[in-house]
């Protein structure tokens, strides 16, 4: 069975990562998000000190750095030059310093690369805000999640409280609103779903939901390509 390029694109909060997570889980395919790689990117950059519109300065960090994605079970381990970063990059500032950061053609260049090579096999389920647009716009299955900015802002703030952490919820808000129009804007890449992708509204539905219907539809695509 042939084994294809899924694309997950979809603002902050939309579920792309659960989903897209759970997708590759069950096809057996290899999970990659993007949105980290460009945390970890930001990351770097930060603790140097540069500023996302140093591009001379990104250019030279980039050519020095390593960032790779590692399976442990149902954890993506996210290694930045062989540490483990996977916590560090996962505050709400470093999304907004990822949002920042992927503005910048060299981060982006540098990047993109580093995805397109490890999905270029297919059998994998990619993440992110520009994967059927920019990275893989030739993947097979593309999909755009999204949901109400009030729906993304619930999810992140009951997230926060799970993690023993409390945050106003219409401070969230604010950062999701915020996040949402500095991503869209931008002129390298913004935010948009593909022509071709299938649009899902997942505020109203369960994970099992979402993930079923985007499971049967690429199984129904590859029983229609095996023909």
């Known amino acids: 069975m042939k084994r294809i390029t899924v694309a997950v694109d979809g603002p902050a909060g939309s579920g792309k990562s659960t989903v897209a997570?759970?997708?590759a889980r069950r096809l057996g395919y290899m999970y990659v998000d993007t949105g980290a790689m460009y945390r970890a990117a930001a990351l770097k950059a930060r603790r140097r000190d540069l500023n996302p519109d140093d591009e001379p300065g990104l250019i030279k960090l980039l050519k020095d750095t390593s960032i790779d994605l590692v399976a442990d079970g149902d954890r993506l381990i996210i290694l930045l030059d062989g540490e483990d970063v996977s916590q560090a990059i996962r505050t709400e500032e470093a999304g907004m310093d990822a949002s920042?950061?992927?503005?910048?053609?060299?981060?982006?260049?540098?990047?993109?690369d580093l995805q397109r090579h490890i999905g270029r096999s297919g059998g994998v389920v990619m993440e992110g805000r520009d994967i059927g647009t920019v990275v893989f716009p030739q993947a097979e299955y593309k999909i755009f999640l999204d949901a109400t900015p009030e729906t993304r802002a619930s999810r992140r703030t009951k997230e926060f409280e799970a993690?023993?952490?409390?945050?106003?919820?219409?401070?969230?808000?604010?950062?999701?609103r915020r996040r949402?129009?500095?991503?869209?804007?931008?002129p390298l890449a913004p935010l948009k779903a593909a022509p071709d992708a299938i649009k899902i509204d997942?505020?109203?539905m369960t994970l099992e939901q979402v993930v079923n219907n985007v499971v049967e539809g690429i199984s129904q695509l590859i029983s229609m390509n095996d023909e």
């Open 180 to 186: 949402d129009q500095q991503d869209s804007t931008r």
């Open 21 to 23: 997570r759970e997708v």
């Open 163 to 176: 993690k023993g952490i409390h945050v106003e919820k219409s401070e969230i808000l604010e950062r999701v």
């Open 202 to 204: 997942t505020s109203e």
């Open 100 to 112: 920042a950061f992927s503005r910048s053609p060299a981060v982006r260049e540098r990047l993109v």
